[in-house]
């Protein structure tokens, strides 16, 4: 059975970065991802901010890279990793696909983000069925429609001015004020049709079948209690770590972040991490590819010292 | 063989034997994903048919068959679906389920 020098799990700017550093260092690499390659980029419509290639769509940059990854010869193979054993100087990697173990020297995660949310009662019931956590994925099907949105911040903002531009109404619940940049929070009070609830606690999403309304609860002193109709419900409530099946690893911080120093090495010897999944301040494109390639340089200099 | 129809082109082409039809938005980052999967997946097996149709340009066509978001492939055989898969799927997902009409 073959072993890698470095196997790759999760194929977004960190992960294909590491990928192109790790064979650049002349290292048998294998990305994994259970998805598609691109990671949070596939979601992203716009993108203006990653250097040098001006406005690109993220499935766009995402294909970019990939083409990238394989254009160097990088074996890519589409897996979802179910649990990681250490083995000392090797790591096996077990997936859900099949019952074949990966064995590898190293092992760069870079398992990013997923959307947060509420765990409040209705949720997992309207779940994909009312509720939805992307608006340009879902948002079509509520043009002239009553819609709720869950979230202050950047994205939840973002979001809301696209839908407010198709929906009939639009209302804003979050649980403090809206914190993200005043121009676009702006832009978003002054549109018709918007209203937003500042200082909330989600309740219960009500319906019967279907999903039909929001209820919520001021978290100042009034307390006040509504119930607000709506025909769906977007929440951009924060991301999570993709870490559930590391825990046993020792690696996550308190909220379950990779802790990671300056060389994305974690506590464990062979086992790296990069991008949003690990604790960090800035997480976007370019620091994920940035995360990328310091932990492939860091886990190339390691199997060069296993095999010495 | 990936080409993009119309309610019309749709409405009027001879549906026999097993076939794709993706309903995709150009606004969607997972439908434009897709597109570079099913490009692959084509170079695979480009006897396979795979129409692909604007959501947002075909209302009225998307009502009728049901579709509420996209990406959203349909599998179908002699013109009756026989499967659906809802948003981005893993490649081998895909094939797979291509596989199983073919």
């Given at each position: 059975m073959k072993t890698y020098d470095i196997v790759i799990v999760g194929a977004g700017p960190a992960g294909l970065t590491a990928a192109i550093y790790a064979i650049r260092a002349n290292m048998s690499v294998l990305v994994l991802d259970?998805?598609?390659?691109g990671g949070q980029m596939i979601n992203t419509n716009e993108i203006e901010n990653y250097t040098g290639v001006g406005k690109i769509n993220g499935a766009e940059l995402s294909m970019q890279m990939f083409e990238h990854t394989q254009e160097l010869g990088v074996e890519f193979d589409y897996k979802t990793i179910v649990k990681i054993e250490d083995n000392g100087q090797t790591k096996t990697l077990h997936c859900e696909e099949d019952d074949t173990p990966i064995i590898t020297r190293t092992v760069i995660l870079a398992t990013g983000t997923t959307p947060r949310t509420?765990?409040?009662?209705g949720e997992e019931t309207y779940t994909g069925t009312g509720i939805s956590w992307c608006a340009i994925c879902d948002g079509a099907q509520y043009r002239d429609k009553n819609v709720l949105v869950i979230g202050g911040g950047n994205s939840a903002v973002e979001e809301s001015i696209y839908l407010a531009g198709i929906t009939k109404s639009l209302t804003i619940v979050t649980?403090?004020?809206?914190?993200?940049d005043p121009k676009a929070c702006d832009q978003l009070r002054a549109m018709p049709d918007v209203t937003v609830y500042p200082y909330q606690e989600i309740l219960e999403f009500t319906g019967g079948e279907k999903l039909e309304g929001v209820r919520f609860k001021s978290?100042?002193?009034?307390?006040v209690e509504r119930h607000v109709r709506c025909d769906g419900v977007f929440e951009y409530i924060g991301l999570q770590p993709n870490t559930d099946i590391f825990g046993h690893l020792n690696i996550l911080d308190k909220m379950g972040f990779i802790a990671v120093d300056d060389e994305k090495k974690?506590?464990?010897?062979g086992i790296y991490s990069a991008g949003d999944v690990t604790s960090k301040k800035l997480r976007q494109i370019v620091t994920a590819c940035s995360d990328g390639a310091i932990a492939a340089n860091a886990a190339a200099k390691y199997v060069d010292s296993l095999k010495a | 063989m990936i080409q993009e129809l119309n309610t019309e082109a749709y409405d009027g082409m001879e549906k026999s034997g097993p076939m794709m039809v993706e309903f995709y938005s150009k606004k969607c980052g997972p439908c434009k994903m897709l597109s570079f999967v099913l490009k692959a997946i084509d170079k695979l097996n480009p006897d396979f048919k795979i129409f692909t149709i604007d959501f947002d340009e075909n209302q009225e066509l998307k009502e009728r068959l049901g579709v509420?978001?996209?990406p959203t492939m349909l599998l179908m055989n002699d013109g009756e679906e026989t499967n659906r898969l809802k948003g981005l799927q893993q490649k081998p997902a895909i094939i797979k389920a291509i596989e199983d009409i073919m």
């Amino acid at each position: 059975m073959k072993t890698y020098d470095i196997v790759i799990v999760g194929a977004g700017p960190a992960g294909l970065t590491a990928a192109i550093y790790a064979i650049r260092a002349n290292m048998s690499v294998l990305v994994l991802d259970r998805l598609a390659p691109g990671g949070q980029m596939i979601n992203t419509n716009e993108i203006e901010n990653y250097t040098g290639v001006g406005k690109i769509n993220g499935a766009e940059l995402s294909m970019q890279m990939f083409e990238h990854t394989q254009e160097l010869g990088v074996e890519f193979d589409y897996k979802t990793i179910v649990k990681i054993e250490d083995n000392g100087q090797t790591k096996t990697l077990h997936c859900e696909e099949d019952d074949t173990p990966i064995i590898t020297r190293t092992v760069i995660l870079a398992t990013g983000t997923t959307p947060r949310t509420l765990n409040a009662p209705g949720e997992e019931t309207y779940t994909g069925t009312g509720i939805s956590w992307c608006a340009i994925c879902d948002g079509a099907q509520y043009r002239d429609k009553n819609v709720l949105v869950i979230g202050g911040g950047n994205s939840a903002v973002e979001e809301s001015i696209y839908l407010a531009g198709i929906t009939k109404s639009l209302t804003i619940v979050t649980m403090f004020d809206l914190t993200a940049d005043p121009k676009a929070c702006d832009q978003l009070r002054a549109m018709p049709d918007v209203t937003v609830y500042p200082y909330q606690e989600i309740l219960e999403f009500t319906g019967g079948e279907k999903l039909e309304g929001v209820r919520f609860k001021s978290t100042k002193e009034d307390a006040v209690e509504r119930h607000v109709r709506c025909d769906g419900v977007f929440e951009y409530i924060g991301l999570q770590p993709n870490t559930d099946i590391f825990g046993h690893l020792n690696i996550l911080d308190k909220m379950g972040f990779i802790a990671v120093d300056d060389e994305k090495k974690t506590v464990v010897d062979g086992i790296y991490s990069a991008g949003d999944v690990t604790s960090k301040k800035l997480r976007q494109i370019v620091t994920a590819c940035s995360d990328g390639a310091i932990a492939a340089n860091a886990a190339a200099k390691y199997v060069d010292s296993l095999k010495a | 063989m990936i080409q993009e129809l119309n309610t019309e082109a749709y409405d009027g082409m001879e549906k026999s034997g097993p076939m794709m039809v993706e309903f995709y938005s150009k606004k969607c980052g997972p439908c434009k994903m897709l597109s570079f999967v099913l490009k692959a997946i084509d170079k695979l097996n480009p006897d396979f048919k795979i129409f692909t149709i604007d959501f947002d340009e075909n209302q009225e066509l998307k009502e009728r068959l049901g579709v509420t978001g996209f990406p959203t492939m349909l599998l179908m055989n002699d013109g009756e679906e026989t499967n659906r898969l809802k948003g981005l799927q893993q490649k081998p997902a895909i094939i797979k389920a291509i596989e199983d009409i073919m």
